[in-house]
């Protein structure tokens, strides 16, 4: 809900400036769905260990903290050594926060490898969270 009202505002304010979208802007749903998938996936993972472990709720807001830290919200990319980024990709929203900054600017050049290993750390991320769920599905509405 929060992205859809930014997402709105955005768009406003992108017709109020006379910002023209490109060709890059047809990349914003299947960075959606990255993000989507993401955020599921790590609440699959997380709504099941919180089930298990009671003490879990302590620490997620100090990982969402750390997690926007450790992802180019604030920050490019770019200041991360090329060599490293490969690396840097292994943090699943850093590629899909470049690629949305890359796709809503239309500047700079597409986050490609970063994009990628974002991509396949997502999958993993989700399909994990997935089976973890499921298996402990019985177990946790045996404690809860």
């Given at each position: 809900m ?7 505002v955005?768009?406003?304010?992108t017709?109020a400036y006379g ?6 802007a ?9 993000a989507?998938f993401?955020a599921l ?15 879990v ?11 926007m830290?450790a ?17 840097y ?6 590629g899909v ?9 239309g500047?700079?050049h597409?986050p ?16 994990g969270?997935l089976?973890?769920f499921n298996r402990?599905?019985?177990s946790?509405a045996?404690?809860?």
């Open positions: 929060d992205f859809s009202i930014g997402f709105v955005l768009a406003i304010f017709v910002i023209r979208p490109t060709l890059a047809l990349w914003l749903p299947a960075l959606l769905l990255l989507v993401t996936g790590v609440g699959l993972w997380l709504s099941a260990l919180n089930a298990l472990y009671r003490d709720k302590y620490i997620i807001p100090f990982l969402i903290q750390f997690w830290f992802s180019p919200v604030a920050y490019p990319s770019s200041l991360v050594p090329p060599r490293w980024r490969w690396l990709g292994l943090n699943p929203m850093a926060i470049d690629g949305f900054r890359w796709a809503i600017t500047r700079g597409s490609g490898l970063l994009l990628v290993a974002s991509s396949a750390v997502v999958a993993l991320i989700f399909l969270g089976f973890f402990m599905e019985s946790v045996d404690r809860v």
